[in-house]
């Protein structure tokens, strides 16, 4: 331990980055040991990483170019498609790293950068590809940038290089998730509330570090208005806003939920430190407007989800841009608080958390010991379903579907077979596959229909000739079993 303790005080760069490299790397190699099957978000983003574009139905393309990377370095194992996820992650730790040593020391940047990596939702980000990498990364890098400006003290050449690195980190940023318009908030609110950060702010680098954002960000805008504005209408419907609008319990998941993103110990040190606010930041000294930015970027996230929580509803990760400013303020506030056991207490457990997380991917029989099944049910037994619906379907000139996560996983599970279109039985289009994929009688005049309702709903009505063609069983474990429907159909008359 002295010997640690020696080399950290000695070469404190050197130490967390041989830290934080190991853990990327214990995570990166975790993912060739993986039993979960790829899930039905990370096949629809694998798919569009087969047709390159600026942008999808309901998300910016920079999660599609990532995989496009990986697998087409790799190829298409599971592996491979969610490689660029603890990859993000550990960029988004150097950051962190980088911005928290600069504003506070050795100490606060190492137990900042290291606390991130093994924050639980940034564990679980590493295991599986979805938006939040890519968009946590690019927005660690604007926070990072941010702060370079600052720093600048308004000399235009000084704060140029950081207002355009500022700006294609946030352009870059929403081409991950619309989200990143958090950022921008969190900016204005950083600069309204603090006079010294508003008065050391480079303004005209700052319309430099906009014009670049714009720039990066446009091809998407482009896209969508070439395509009906899908992607912004999409992430508006997320929001959920018909109907009854108000929904205390949603309010109340949403909250709890974040001690499983944030942690439980950061979650309660952010709870301390908001209650404390006052003291907190006057026992900043010279810090003090920094720890006001910076609790300008960690609470805009949360006080615009949060409500939406309230009003309708919020996935536990839909505040998650919060907590890169906010694991830095914790961090802060516990070691000025001389609580360096808190600080360490939480590294050890959510590093217990994570490989008891690995543990769980890598092996379903541990997982069903326990009475966990439930957890993992979406993301087992799709190689052997997707094999029998490609048996099934030979012969047949399509493979039709009517749902998109079941469309998803076939798509990459039963690929090899007849192309799989989506059959847009409710005349509206809902998803990615039914405005681009959808089914073509005349070019699919006999079809393989699979569905997960035995009564096949309105097939009837659509197809002149419809005949049961076999199923397909997969045992999900404690008496759960997801059973595939599969339909002979032809003749398709428009219903």
Not at 463 to 472: I, K, N, T, V
């Amino acid at each position: 331990m002295k010997d640690l303790l020696a080399l950290w005080r000695a070469r404190p760069v050197a130490f967390f980055l041989c830290a934080a490299g190991i853990i990327a790397a214990a995570r990166i190699a975790a993912l060739f040991f993986f039993q979960a099957d790829i899930g039905p978000d990370e096949a629809q983003y694998w798919i569009w990483s087969k047709a390159p574009a600026f942008g999808y139905y309901s998300k910016p393309p920079l999660i599609a170019w990532a995989i496009g990377a990986t697998t087409g370095l790799f190829g298409d194992a599971p592996w491979a498609v969610r490689l660029s996820a603890p990859l993000f992650q550990f960029g988004a730790c150097l950051y962190l790293f980088v911005l928290a040593r600069r504003l506070y020391g050795e100490a606060a940047g190492f137990w900042s950068g290291l606390g991130w990596l093994l924050l639980p939702g940034v564990s679980l980000s590493s295991a599986l590809i979805t938006t939040d990498a890519p968009l946590l990364f690019f927005w660690s890098a604007a926070l990072c940038y941010f702060f370079s400006m600052l720093s600048a003290k308004a000399e235009a050449r000084s704060a140029l290089p950081p207002a355009i690195l500022l700006g294609a980190a946030v352009g870059l940023g929403f081409l991950a998730k619309y989200a990143m318009v958090y950022f921008l908030i969190g900016a204005a609110l950083a600069l309204v509330l603090s006079r010294k950060t508003r008065r050391a702010f480079p303004w005209r680098a700052g319309l430099v570090a906009a014009a670049v954002a714009a720039a990066v960000f446009a091809p998407n805008i482009w896209w969508n208005a070439a395509h009906n504005f899908d992607t912004l209408a999409h992430t508006a419907a997320n929001a959920n806003w018909s109907g009854r609008l108000f929904h205390p319990a949603n309010f109340l998941n949403f909250l709890s939920s974040q001690f499983g993103v944030f942690g439980v110990l950061p979650t309660l040190g952010l709870i301390w430190g908001l209650a404390t606010a006052r003291r907190r930041i006057g026992e900043a000294g010279e810090r003090r407007e920094a720890d006001i930015a910076l609790l300008a970027f960690a609470l805009t996230p949360l006080a615009i989800v949060a409500p939406e929580a309230l009003i309708s509803r919020a996935h536990a990760n839909w505040a998650a841009a919060s907590y890169p400013a906010a694991i830095i303020l914790v961090t802060v506030w516990a070691l000025r608080a001389h609580a360096l056991w808190a600080v360490t207490a939480n590294a050890v457990f959510n590093t217990c958390v994570a490989a008891i997380l690995v543990v769980a991917l890598s092996d379903f029989a541990l997982v069903d010991a326990v009475g966990a099944s439930n957890a993992v049910k979406r993301v087992r037994g799709w190689p052997a379903q997707g094999a029998a619906v490609r048996a099934a379907a030979a012969g047949y000139d399509a493979i039709l579907v009517d749902d998109r996560e079941l469309m998803g996983e076939l798509l990459y599970y039963a690929r090899g077979g007849p192309p799989i279109r989506a059959w847009n039985s409710n005349h509206r289009v809902d998803s990615h596959y039914e405005a681009f994929m959808a089914y073509d009688p005349a070019k699919a005049p006999r079809a393989l229909y699979v569905t997960e309702r035995p009564d096949a709903p309105g097939l009837a009505n659509a197809f002149a000739r419809q005949a049961p063609a076999g199923s397909s069983e997969a045992d999900l474990k404690r008496g759960r079993k997801r059973t595939l429907y599969f339909f002979a159909v032809s003749g398709y008359r428009g219903g």
